[in-house]
């Protein structure tokens, strides 16, 4: 018994001289580094005005060209498309009262259909053969150079067969040309 009772105060005194660091309980937080590089983007655009047209012009096609400008960081991938609005200001001739009204039209991607005063559809080429975009799903994706680039977009004006009452008069439809980023 005496060997046991040795052996257990050998152990206990080896135990009580470790230092207090073998004894110490570790605990672990985690934190994070975080950072984010942001880019940005600017998009402007001119207007389109096909001026005034004669009655004798009938069933003509006119294309008018237009620029979006877009200014992106260097780089950053960006999508652009127009968007045409259904809602067309009609501004009928002094001879008719010369007022002005707000109407609901039909808008078909790329197009909208004018009723009396024909149609007009905006595209990417000076031939009118490749539609211009319309939503973000069939937007021109690019990448940003950091200076300003130009895209070009061609409205097409086609005047209706024949004239009415109700061709007379000018027209005002507005196009959300828009940037994703």
């Known amino acids: 018994m005496s ?3 040795k052996l257990l105060a050998a152990t206990a005194a080896v135990a009580l001289a470790l ?10 937080a985690q934190s994070e580094i975080t950072g984010e590089i942001v880019g940005a983007c ?8 096909f001026g005034q047209k004669s009655a004798a012009e009938v ?3 006119f294309t008018q060209q237009s620029a979006i400008t877009v200014n992106c960081s260097q780089n950053l991938p960006y999508k652009v498309y127009a968007e ?8 009928a001739p002094a001879a ?6 707000t109407e609901t039209k039909p ?3 790329n197009s909208i259909a004018l009723g009396e005063k024909g149609t007009v559809a905006l595209f990417s080429d000076s031939n009118a053969t490749a539609a211009f975009p319309h939503d973000v ?3 021109l994706v690019r990448n940003g150079t950091g200076s300003p680039e130009t895209i070009d977009v061609y409205a097409k004006w086609t005047m209706p067969a024949t004239i009415s009452n109700g061709s007379f008069g000018r027209y005002k439809v507005s196009v959300a040309n828009k940037i994703v980023f």
């Open 59 to 61: 069933g003509n096609v």
């Open 96 to 101: 008719q009262g010369g007022g002005t009204s």
């Open 3 to 5: 060997f046991n009772r």
């Open 137 to 139: 799903s069939s937007a």
């Open 107 to 109: 808008v078909t991607q």
């Open 84 to 91: 045409i609005s259904p809602s067309v200001e009609m501004r």
């Open 19 to 28: 230092p207090a660091a073998v004894m110490a309980e570790e605990q672990t």
């Open 42 to 49: 600017t998009i402007s655009a001119t207007n389109i005005d």
